[in-house]
């Protein structure tokens, strides 16, 4: 075999190695995701390439066959490529075992180098940067392929499944998404600008709702604007001016003696239409969920959509009013930043680094925005003030301050046993 007749089979070898690499990364590193939409749509090639990756043994057991036949084939051209030139010309000036060796080293180096830049590097590369197109373009002859090393295939993949269950590994990729998944491609689309910051933590949020409980949504006891079903007209229309809200609760004299709850928009109707407000009429009064306070956020939407309610009392293990959740927290709570006004934020991060928390923040929140790993005792809180009470094992005061993390939470104001706000700044490394 002539100069030229081994270079055009070198050339053919690295293309055969080329295509086998592309079809292996394509198919690993297609998103399943992105295939069935586009398999949605009417691409065939898609299906294939979706069928190739639920059973992918014998696609990657053909992959391995060639890439092998091809390494050796190539190394049998290439040591004969460029030795007898290589070793006339460096006969001149060494001597022949010397000469002999370098050739046949320099033939090695050269063809090896071929197939890594052009037969591995650039081929993968490109399977990276455009996995689901190259993988819809390799499917079709990877089939005719797999015919042509069918009794081959079948042989390598019994004995690689004997060997798995020896192991006592599985034998097919887990193709389950988990929420996990789900978080890191929200994290990867918000550092490749395809997803805003809002929008990344909306879908945290909705992740969420399932280890947040109610209590991190709720307006506390003492902030519920509740009626007396027996309040004047007058009474009750002072009390919607001064706290307007879309819903009150109704009770027999005390806020734990709930009758029901009545609809702002009901109570607007009579006042409109020059009727007195009433609350013992019937029809006025609607029926009261009432949820226990371990329930996550994910359990109370359960409970709205199934009693068809969107306001819910929220009691303790001794039915002692703890607070109220609407419909529309739950809704706040995953929307974020999206809904909530600048003047309303729960963090802020001030000019010198630090942050001015409210203490009803709910501490994923506060987590989130510190980057704090694990808390302490970390199923016994809900809010930044439920961590600080206990940990510091009393109700905080003003000044009163915890270490945690490379972090300093100061109390800074306290109403009426509530925490308003903490001062959190960092630490400085001792």
């Known amino acids: 075999m002539d100069f030229t007749q081994s270079l055009l089979l070198i050339a053919l070898l690295i293309a055969a190695s080329a295509f086998f690499s592309v079809a292996e990364i394509s198919l690993a590193a297609s998103r399943r995701l992105r295939l069935r939409q586009l398999a949605d749509e009417g691409n065939p090639r898609a299906l294939q390439v979706l069928h190739v990756q639920e059973q992918p043994g014998y696609y990657f057991t053909t992959v391995q066959i060639g890439m092998n036949a091809i390494a050796i084939l190539g190394g049998i051209v290439g040591e004969g490529l460029l030795s007898p030139y290589l070793?006339?010309?460096?006969?001149?000036?060494?001597?022949?075992?010397?000469?002999?060796?370098?050739?046949?080293?320099?033939?090695?180096?050269?063809?090896?180098?071929?197939?890594?830049?052009?037969?591995?590097?650039?081929?993968?590369?490109?399977?990276?940067a455009q996995p689901e197109r190259v993988a819809m373009w390799v499917v079709g002859p990877m089939g005719k392929v797999l015919v042509a090393f069918k009794p081959l295939v079948w042989l390598y993949t019994r004995c690689t499944d004997v060997i798995m269950?020896?192991?006592?590994?599985?034998?097919?990729?887990?193709?389950?998404?988990?929420?996990?998944?789900?978080?890191?491609?929200?994290?990867?689309?918000?550092?490749?600008?395809?997803?805003?910051?809002?929008?990344?933590?909306?879908?945290?949020?909705?992740?969420?709702?399932?280890?947040?409980?109610?209590?991190?949504?709720?307006?506390?006891?003492?902030?519920?604007?509740?009626?007396?079903?027996?309040?004047?007209?007058?009474?009750?229309?002072?009390?919607?001016a001064a706290e307007p809200f879309s819903t009150y609760p109704v009770c027999d004299g005390e806020l734990d003696q709930v009758l029901g709850y009545v609809d702002a928009k009901d109570l607007f109707q009579r006042v409109l239409s020059g009727r007195p407000i009433v609350l013992t009429e019937g029809g006025l009064l609607h029926k009261l969920v009432v949820v226990p306070d371990a329930l996550s956020l994910s359990e109370v939407l359960h409970q709205f959509r199934q009693q068809h309610e969107d306001f819910a009392l929220i009691v303790n293990e001794y039915s002692t009013v703890v607070g109220v959740v609407t419909l529309n927290d739950v809704m706040s709570t995953v929307m974020g930043e999206l809904v909530t006004p600048e003047d309303e934020d729960l963090i802020v991060r001030r000019d010198d680094g630090s942050w001015l928390i409210d203490g009803h923040t709910p501490m994923q929140d506060v987590q989130r925005a510190l980057a704090l790993d694990d808390l302490p005792s970390a199923g016994d809180y809900d809010t930044l003030a439920g961590f600080l009470m206990v940990m510091l094992r009393r109700v905080p005061r003003r000044t009163d301050h915890v270490v945690w993390s490379g972090h300093r939470f100061e109390v800074m104001d306290v109403d009426n046993y509530r925490i308003d706000q903490v001062l959190v700044t960092r630490e400085a490394a001792g």
Do not use: C, Y
């Open 87 to 128: 070793e006339a010309l460096l006969g001149q000036w060494l001597s022949p075992r010397t000469a002999t060796s370098l050739a046949f080293a320099g033939s090695v180096a050269v063809v090896t180098s071929m197939f890594v830049v052009f037969a591995d590097l650039v081929p993968k590369r490109l399977s990276m």
């Open 165 to 240: 269950r020896l192991l006592g590994l599985p034998t097919q990729r887990d193709e389950r998404i988990t929420p996990d998944d789900i978080l890191a491609l929200a994290e990867a689309g918000t550092k490749a600008g395809v997803l805003d910051r809002p929008g990344q933590l909306v879908i945290e949020n909705v992740f969420e709702l399932d280890t947040r409980t109610v209590t991190s949504a709720m307006t506390p006891r003492d902030q519920i604007a509740w009626l007396r079903h027996d309040a004047s007209d007058d009474d009750i229309r002072a009390l919607i």
